[in-house]
């Protein structure tokens, strides 16, 4: 019996035990989850109560080493959270803040608190300054480098590393992820083709090849009234389909032909000025360097912006021949001998093999036959076998000092796109191209507009910086507006690729007018003395693009749609 009162008193307190709790009322506490000072003086507190039946108001008091406070509330949600924001603390000296958050009953009675701590400090800081002004910091230190003398490549390097610094607080540590991205922005397999193009373009400027092709040119246009300028801006336009490089037209094309034009009655300045802007062609006609690289960081179809480029290339060939005939008149420049037909037919022999290189490109791309990485490939392959083999111009040695040549330019191709994609993503992580693009209200504006903003930009960044440059960096940044708006990418690439070949020709800072300088050893103002004609016609060639796109879209639609 006494063994049966035991088990039921035990079970009985086990009961009171296991029961307890569920007549217990829920203890209230309150938490400063989190506290943070922006702008020197606008302090966030954000935190959360529990255990409470209803809303309840939160006192937080916050108090300085001199005894100075503050005195705030909040509200709390449904579910118990509690923020206070931007409070103005500029009344309170610097140096440690104690926060403290209380809840009270209804009879102004404590329940619970709890304090927390933050660093008041008004005092200037270089680093925070520079934070601030992110953008503007990063541009200042990169124009600095290139007014000092150094290579592009080094200002975008700085400038990445400077913006990785500020985005993680000095963290050195986080310079993996500029690494990552500058290996990232060389991985493409797309870009394999740039050393092949260099190099067949380095091939041919050294052997035969440019001088059969201007040969091939003159033969045909050379007795019409300004023949001998309309030859040079179609040699460079047939070496662009070569090449695909605007400095390299520059020396294959105005080495030969400046002397000439010299012998025949034309000013040194129109002389300069034609061979530099006519070497634009080389940037649009396929294949080009430019837009190799605009579709690799815009994932745009490179074979269509291959065939968009014909069109505009062909117009502004069309244009600088009619104002070359025009300046032969006003100025009285004498015609050149007629070639006769069996000239003529010697000429075009001679020049099939070079004309063949448009023919493997362009047709094997349009064909389907090859990619453009391949395409490129197969005219390195064709160079050699010309120069070396059929032309026997080149031997061995020649053939190797070629490859070192290509090899150096190559590793500065290279170098700026793997600075160039480090640079964009700094950029981007940062949202500065949101806020230089809300600045400007280009969300604002239509297809028109937008395509205006974008030319401005790439035209005034390409007359400072090399074009490659300008790619990298603006394109990341004006895609989404691109995108947004509806536009043709091939269009926008095309229009793009137009205005840094316009840019990298205009003063003051053009690369093509550095490299005539150190080609023909004249003086910066002869250089640029003539060139305003023509910016003006690839200027209206550009604007032309914008309203009538059918000038680079018509032949890409035919080809692939």
């Not at 506290?35 to 008091?61: C, H, N, P, W």
């Not at 990445?160 to 500029?178: C, R």
């Not at 080495?255 to 002389?271: A, C, H, N, T, V």
Request: aromatic fraction near 12%; charge should be neutral.
């Amino acid at each position: 019996m006494r063994f049966q009162i035991k088990k039921i008193i035990l079970l009985f307190a086990f009961s009171c035990v296991l029961t307890l709790p569920l007549f217990a009322s829920d203890s209230v506490t309150v938490v400063i989850e989190e506290t943070m000072i922006e702008q020197k003086t606008k302090l966030f507190v954000y935190g959360y109560a529990e255990g409470m039946d209803r809303r309840q108001e939160v006192s937080i008091t916050l108090r300085d080493g001199d005894a100075k406070s503050l005195e705030l509330t909040a509200q709390t949600n449904k579910i118990g959270n509690w923020r206070v924001e931007a409070v103005d603390i500029s009344t309170l000296s610097d140096g440690k803040i104690t926060i403290t958050a209380m809840l009270k009953d209804e009879a102004g009675k404590t329940m619970v608190q709890t304090t927390s701590t933050a660093v008041l400090d008004t005092r200037f800081s270089f680093v925070e300054f520079m934070n601030s002004h992110f953008a503007s910091t990063i541009f200042l230190l990169m124009v600095i480098l290139l007014l000092l003398g150094f290579p592009m490549k080094i200002p975008l390097i700085a400038g990445a590393t400077l913006g990785v610094y500020l985005l993680y607080d000095g963290d050195m540590s986080q310079m993996q992820f500029m690494i990552q991205q500058m290996m990232a922005g060389i991985r493409p397999a797309a870009l394999i083709a740039v050393p092949m193009f260099i190099l067949s373009a380095d091939i041919m400027t050294r052997g035969k090849s440019a001088g059969k092709l201007i040969d091939l040119v003159m033969a045909f246009v050379r007795h019409i009234k300004g023949g001998l300028a309309v030859s040079t801006a179609g040699a460079c336009a047939v070496f662009g389909a070569v090449s695909g490089s605007t400095q390299a037209t520059v020396v294959a094309i105005g080495s030969p032909l400046r002397p000439k034009l010299q012998e025949g009655g034309y000013k040194d300045s129109f002389i300069l000025a034609l061979i530099i802007n006519s070497s634009d062609i080389a940037f649009l006609i396929p294949p080009s360097i430019g837009m190799i690289i605009y579709g690799i960081v815009a994932k745009t179809s490179i074979p269509e912006l291959f065939i968009a480029g014909i069109g505009p290339g062909l117009l502004i060939l069309l244009l600088f021949s009619i104002y070359s005939v025009i300046y032969a008149y006003i100025n009285k420049i004498p015609t050149q001998p007629k070639a006769s037909w069996s000239e003529r037919g010697k000429a075009l022999y001679h020049a099939m093999w070079p004309l063949g290189f448009p023919v493997i490109i362009i047709g094997g791309i349009f064909g389907g036959i090859f990619s453009p990485t391949e395409a490129a490939a197969v005219s390195v392959a064709y160079a050699i076998v010309l120069e070396g083999f059929i032309f026997k111009t080149m031997t061995f040695s020649d053939f190797y000092a070629t490859s070192k040549s290509t090899g150096l330019v190559t590793a500065v191709v290279f170098i700026l796109v793997g600075a160039g994609a480090a640079f964009a993503w700094v950029l981007s992580y940062a949202q500065v191209p949101q806020q230089l693009l809300g600045m400007i209200g280009i969300s604002e504006m239509g297809r028109y507009g937008v395509l205006f903003v974008i030319s401005i930009s790439f035209f005034v960044g390409c007359m400072f910086v090399d074009p490659i440059v300008v790619i990298l960096i603006l394109v990341p940044i004006f895609a989404p507006v691109v995108h947004d708006v509806g536009l043709d990418p091939v269009l926008v690439g095309t229009i793009i690729t137009l205005q840094c070949a316009i840019g990298s020709a205009t003063p003051p800072f053009g690369c093509d007018i550095f490299t005539a300088i150190a080609i023909f050893k004249r003086p910066y103002f002869e250089v640029v003395k003539g060139t305003p004609p023509f910016i003006f016609i690839l200027l209206s060639v550009a604007v032309a693009m914008i309203f009538f796109p059918e000038i680079a879209l018509y032949l890409r639609d035919v080809a692939f749609r």
